[in-house]
């Protein structure tokens, strides 16, 4: 198990540590599957990974993404929507085909159906090289919420109080915040070849370090990352 943990000195630091660390991934192969996150956090890195690509430092016209999830019924056209969040925060401004870059599909009739075909394209562009996570407050990662058992596979799932709140900032009122969304399962996670896990601020700092050195429970959905054989942390105050 190796767990290497990085604390720089602001938000940028972070973002440019991020970015680098997603680039080298890259650079060394240039075909990577990459698994993405959203939120502020990866706003940063995001922008500087922009632009890196701009000074011609990363190419990736052969990269594969896989996002961590997708808000039920909220479509790609929706400003709230993850899809619209990564074109407008990294595909738009990087030389990926948007056919590479791969969300659930928050408007299915049938999010049943939908979470198994996530699944099964997971399963034929996987394992994810290196995996991107943020973490909630609350410890869960992409849409794993706290609970009484971990989920491995791709699945729907009723958002917690907690994150329905901290996610109301983005909209205009807490109850235009979708209450359900698409994520990909633990087993998606923790079958990634690498980890990069970021956070900033004061109070990611706490549950960083619950999930990190407290007890591994599905009650801190990233305390699993514990057992990770290939983690990097990397936290700004
Ligand atoms: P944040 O969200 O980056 O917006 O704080 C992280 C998360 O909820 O996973």
């Given at each position: 198990m190796k767990m290497n943990f990085i604390k720089v000195k602001d938000y940028n630091a972070l973002s440019v540590h991020a970015a680098e660390i997603i680039c080298a991934q890259v650079n060394s192969k240039p075909n990577s599957v990459l698994g993405l996150a959203t939120g502020s956090t990866p706003i940063g890195a995001y922008e500087q990974i922009r632009e890196m690509y701009k000074r011609g430092e990363?190419?990736?016209?052969a990269v594969k993404t896989i996002n961590l999830d997708e808000y039920v019924g909220l479509s790609p056209e929706n400003a709230q929507s993850y899809r619209y969040f990564m074109n407008n925060q990294l595909f738009n401004g990087?030389?990926?085909?948007?056919?590479n870059t791969h969300l659930p599909d928050g408007m299915s009739n049938t999010v049943d159906d939908e979470c198994a075909r996530y699944e099964r394209l997971i399963d034929s562009l996987g394992p994810i090289d290196l995996q991107l996570l943020g973490i909630g407050?609350?410890?869960?990662?992409?849409?794993?919420?706290?609970?009484d058992f971990f989920i491995k596979e791709c699945h729907c799932t009723q958002l917690a109080a907690k994150t329905i709140e901290a996610n109301s900032r983005f909209f205009d009122t807490i109850d235009e915040v979708p209450k359900k969304a698409i994520t990909v399962g633990m087993g998606t996670v923790m079958a990634a070849k690498k980890v990069l896990l970021i956070a900033a601020g004061k109070e990611k700092a706490e549950i960083i370090n619950k999930a990190l050195t407290g007890k591994i429970t599905p009650q801190v959905?990233?305390?699993?990352?514990?057992?990770?054989?290939d983690l990097t942390v990397v936290v700004s105050p």
């Amino acid at each position: 198990m190796k767990m290497n943990f990085i604390k720089v000195k602001d938000y940028n630091a972070l973002s440019v540590h991020a970015a680098e660390i997603i680039c080298a991934q890259v650079n060394s192969k240039p075909n990577s599957v990459l698994g993405l996150a959203t939120g502020s956090t990866p706003i940063g890195a995001y922008e500087q990974i922009r632009e890196m690509y701009k000074r011609g430092e990363v190419d990736f016209s052969a990269v594969k993404t896989i996002n961590l999830d997708e808000y039920v019924g909220l479509s790609p056209e929706n400003a709230q929507s993850y899809r619209y969040f990564m074109n407008n925060q990294l595909f738009n401004g990087i030389n990926i085909a948007k056919e590479n870059t791969h969300l659930p599909d928050g408007m299915s009739n049938t999010v049943d159906d939908e979470c198994a075909r996530y699944e099964r394209l997971i399963d034929s562009l996987g394992p994810i090289d290196l995996q991107l996570l943020g973490i909630g407050n609350n410890g869960h990662i992409g849409f794993n919420e706290p609970g009484d058992f971990f989920i491995k596979e791709c699945h729907c799932t009723q958002l917690a109080a907690k994150t329905i709140e901290a996610n109301s900032r983005f909209f205009d009122t807490i109850d235009e915040v979708p209450k359900k969304a698409i994520t990909v399962g633990m087993g998606t996670v923790m079958a990634a070849k690498k980890v990069l896990l970021i956070a900033a601020g004061k109070e990611k700092a706490e549950i960083i370090n619950k999930a990190l050195t407290g007890k591994i429970t599905p009650q801190v959905p990233a305390s699993i990352l514990q057992f990770h054989a290939d983690l990097t942390v990397v936290v700004s105050p």
